[in-house]
């Protein structure tokens, strides 16, 4: 019955609808997954291409695949976008932009590479995607005063990562 109610109210007045990352300041951030959906969309450039160069394939085998490859790296990149959001809206404090002013600059750069990401498949410009939400994990662990070390992913396209040394 209140539902109905506020409904009604908002048809007639337009309320404007939030949206959030979650209910409860949880505290919970880490930005494995924006790595992790960074690095599958250099994998499906990687799978485009070979998909290109490789053997005869039927149109239809060809079609098909390469319409999944393109779905899942422009989901991936708007998810790795979502991620760098969220950390950077929710969890970076003015006092976290003192200590690392190169912040606002790296989160658009993050922007910029993922809609670019999602607009074509320049291998390039994927693995500066990567490389530039690597840099924004480096920083993030700075702030929460862990060390963090680098290594090639254990799964293609074994671009260099960076993870908490833990």
């Given at each position: 019955?209140?539902?109905?109610?506020?409904?009604?109210?908002?048809?007639?007045?337009?309320?404007?609808?939030?949206?959030?990352?979650?209910?409860?300041?949880?505290?919970?951030?880490?930005?494995?997954?924006?790595?992790?959906?960074?690095?599958?969309?250099?994998?499906?450039?990687?799978?485009?291409?070979?998909?290109?160069?490789?053997?005869?394939?039927?149109?239809?085998?060809?079609?098909?695949s390469?319409?999944?490859?393109?779905?899942?790296?422009?989901?991936?990149?708007?998810?790795?976008?979502?991620?760098i959001?969220?950390?950077?809206?929710?969890?970076?404090?003015?006092a976290?932009?003192?200590?690392?002013?190169?912040?606002p600059?790296?989160?658009?750069?993050?922007m910029?590479?993922?809609?670019?990401?999602?607009?074509?498949?320049?291998?390039?410009?994927?693995?500066?995607?990567v490389?530039?939400?690597?840099?924004?994990?480096?920083?993030?662990?700075?702030?929460?005063g862990?060390?963090t070390?680098?290594?090639?992913?254990?799964?293609?396209?074994?671009?260099?990562?960076?993870?908490?040394?833990?």
């Amino acid at each position: 019955m209140f539902y109905n109610f506020v409904q009604a109210l908002d048809k007639k007045f337009g309320f404007e609808e939030a949206q959030a990352h979650c209910d409860v300041p949880c505290g919970i951030y880490d930005p494995i997954v924006a790595q992790i959906n960074a690095l599958t969309v250099v994998r499906m450039m990687d799978l485009m291409t070979a998909l290109d160069e490789g053997a005869e394939v039927g149109k239809k085998a060809y079609n098909n695949s390469m319409s999944r490859y393109i779905a899942v790296k422009e989901e991936h990149a708007e998810k790795a976008k979502h991620e760098i959001r969220v950390i950077y809206g929710d969890f970076i404090s003015d006092a976290h932009i003192e200590a690392h002013p190169e912040l606002p600059a790296l989160f658009h750069k993050i922007m910029k590479l993922g809609g670019k990401a999602r607009q074509t498949a320049d291998r390039d410009n994927g693995v500066a995607f990567v490389e530039a939400i690597n840099q924004f994990a480096e920083i993030f662990w700075a702030i929460k005063g862990v060390a963090t070390k680098k290594a090639k992913a254990p799964y293609a396209p074994a671009l260099e990562m960076v993870y908490p040394a833990l």
